[in-house]
């Protein structure tokens, strides 16, 4: 499987090093970071693949073939751009890619409260295939540490990519 990672500004870029660490070597990853996403990963913890503005890079094409693309935090900003087929950097031009070839697209939005702009954008989003998935802990799985609720969300976004894991336990097993 070939797997695109990007990471966006939002908060939370730790999470999405930790989903890195989890992924099974398997895998074939592919990690893009924005500029602002560097930022964030300074001021909250460094690991880049290709540069966001490397337009030309192979994920940047529908001939890559990619299986699935998680953008891991976010941004509103980040979303806002591809609801509206803004492809202006790798990140938002590989999203824009797995929209047109119809191809799994998970968006780890974070932000809250949600204004009516950003739900009309999710909305959109959902409507072109694409799965809003922000990172919301489940209590029912009893965690006890941050690494506890991490390790359940990485779960839940590895069975939405269909990879296989032990990262938490099945309700009703
Ligand atoms: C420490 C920090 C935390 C941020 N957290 C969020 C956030 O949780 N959600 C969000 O939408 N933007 C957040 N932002 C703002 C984004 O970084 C900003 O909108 C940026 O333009 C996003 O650019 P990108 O989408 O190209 O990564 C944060 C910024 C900083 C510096």
């Not at 964030?40 to 540069?51: A, C, I, P, S, W």
């Not at 790798?90 to 998970?106: D, G, N, P, Q, Y």
């Not at 209590?139 to 976004?157: A, Q, R, V, W």
Request: include cysteine; proline fraction near 4%.
């Amino acid at each position: 499987m070939k797997l695109i990672i990007a990471i966006s500004g939002a908060s939370g870029a730790s999470l999405a090093l930790k989903f890195i660490k989890y992924i099974p070597k398997t895998i074939e990853k592919h990690i893009v970071v924005s500029d602002s996403a560097k930022v964030v990963l300074e001021k909250e913890e460094g690991l880049f693949q290709y540069d966001n503005e490397d337009i030309s890079a192979p994920i940047s094409s529908g001939s890559f073939r990619a299986d699935a693309m998680i953008i891991l935090p976010c941004s509103i900003n980040t979303l806002s751009k591809i609801s509206v087929g803004i492809a202006d950097n790798l990140i938002t031009r590989s999203a824009s890619v797995m929209i047109k070839e119809k191809k799994k697209l998970i968006l780890g939005v974070r932000e809250m409260p949600l204004s009516s702009i950003i739900l009309e954008n999710m909305l959109k989003l959902s409507q072109n295939n694409c799965i809003i998935a922000p990172p919301i802990i489940g209590y029912y799985s009893n965690p006890k540490t941050i690494d506890d609720l991490e390790k359940f969300l990485i779960g839940k976004y590895f069975d939405m990519i269909g990879i296989d894991h032990n990262l938490f336990k099945r309700w009703g097993t």
